[in-house]
Nanobody
Framework: EVQLVESGGGLVQAGGSLRLSCAAS????????IGWFRQAPGKKREGVSCISRKDGSTYYANSVKGRFTISSDNAKNTVYLQMNGLKPEDTAVYYC???????????????WGQGTQVTVSS
């Protein structure tokens, strides 16, 4: 059974930091792209970052470049999203997702976690 579990969300003041984790099980972790997405109240889901485990390539939405960093610990089957300089507009439910295809914002990933809430106060 493929399973993705997010953790690390919470309430933080503007300018603060959080580190999100996505723990994966039930598949060959190194063969997948792992993406982070977010959905704010009343808004569409958007891609945030992605890491391709085949070659280690990383990708970021323009809105988070220079503030967020994606990384992986293959031994733990876990992907992290380090979020620095958080802004109120970063408030959203954050989801991790996995797919055997390359990183992309434009196809529906095959496997999804349950989401973790990130709230940034002004």
């Amino acid at each position: 059974e493929v399973q993705l579990v997010e953790s690390g969300g919470g309430l933080v003041q503007a300018g603060g930091s959080l580190r999100l984790s996505c723990a994966a099980s039930g598949f060959t972790f190194d063969d997948y792209a792992i993406g982070w997405f977010r959905q704010a109240p009343g808004k569409k889901r958007e891609g945030v970052s992605c890491i391709s485990r085949k070659d280690g390539s990383t990708y970021y939405a323009n809105s988070v470049k220079g503030r967020f960093t994606i990384s992986s610990d293959n031994a733990k089957n876990t992907v992290y999203l380090q979020m620095n300089g958080l802004k109120p507009e970063d408030t959203a439910v954050y989801y991790c997702a996995a797919d055997y295809r390359p990183c992309s914002w434009y196809y529906e990933y095959a496997y999804w976690g349950q989401g973790t809430q990130v709230t940034v106060s002004s």
